[in-house]
């Protein structure tokens, strides 16, 4: 199974400051089809989670543009441009290019 | 809107099994996969299987392979996952998710005598 090793797995911030998390695969998670389906969540306390980025960099409908994502092959980036409280908890990276999805460990974002 | 509502929370015996249930709507059924992932109690997310819809195929990930059983009924645009032998271990918050981007309620099942 693919692993996804994301650090840092806390990550204390002040509101407006900006961030990044990384997501490192254990293989390529680029598809013979030339999509690469690396997606990122959020999952806020007592709450599912939430789409935010797919495709490693598109944004999802409805979701703030100081959400973005990067990355290709083995390395992925979120990053948050301007901390807002409504941020905070626990970010996921999933892919679904090689069964079975797997998800990163996550990392919790909590305020400084 | 596209929505996935969940049933409700499960207290059942170890040994038994549970079924619970995923409705949605808001879109064509038949066109996405239906995923279920598990979250134990303050841990993380961990894929169980998905399930095609418009033909009823399924992929599991190993470990669940003779855990769980995915299900969907076209004529109520509703998916099922069923858990048998259940023990302490299966005591979890079990989601629905249309292609990991929507994502059910969440349904809390505890395994307890």
């Known amino acids: 199974d693919v692993v996804l090793t994301q650090t840092p797995p806390t990550l204390s911030a002040t509101i407006g400051q900006s961030v990044s998390i990384s997501c490192r695969s254990s293989q390529s998670l680029l598809h013979s089809n030339g999509n690469t389906y690396l997606n990122w969540l959020l999952q806020r306390p007592g709450q599912p989670p939430q789409l935010l980025i797919y495709?490693?960099?598109r944004l999802e409908s409805g979701v703030p543009n100081r959400f973005s994502g990067s990355g290709s092959g083995t390395d992925f980036t979120l990053k948050i441009s301007g901390v807002e409280a409504e941020d905070l908890g626990v970010y996921y990276c999933?892919?679904?290019?090689?069964?079975?999805?797997?998800f990163g460990a996550g990392t919790k974002l909590e305020l400084k | 809107e596209v929505l996935l509502q969940q049933s409700g929370a499960e207290l059942v015996r170890p040994g038994s099994s549970v079924k619970i249930s995923c409705k949605a709507s808001?879109?064509?059924?038949?066109?996405?996969?239906m995923h279920w992932v598990k979250q134990r109690p303050e841990q993380g997310l961990v894929w169980i299987g998905r399930?095609?819809?418009?033909?009823?195929?399924?992929v599991y990930a190993e470990k669940f392979k003779s855990k769980a059983t995915l299900t969907a009924d076209k004529s109520s645009n509703t998916a099922y996952m069923q858990l048998s032998s259940l023990t302490s271990e299966d005591t979890a918050t079990y989601f629905c998710?249309?292609?990991?981007?929507?994502w059910g309620q969440g349904v809390m099942v505890t395994v307890s005598s």
């Open positions: 999933v892919q679904s290019t090689h069964a079975p999805n797997t």
């Open positions: 495709l490693v960099s």
């Open positions: 399930i095609n819809p418009a033909n009823g195929n399924t």
């Open positions: 998710t249309r292609s990991l981007a929507v």
């Open positions: 808001g879109y064509t059924f038949t066109d996405y996969y």
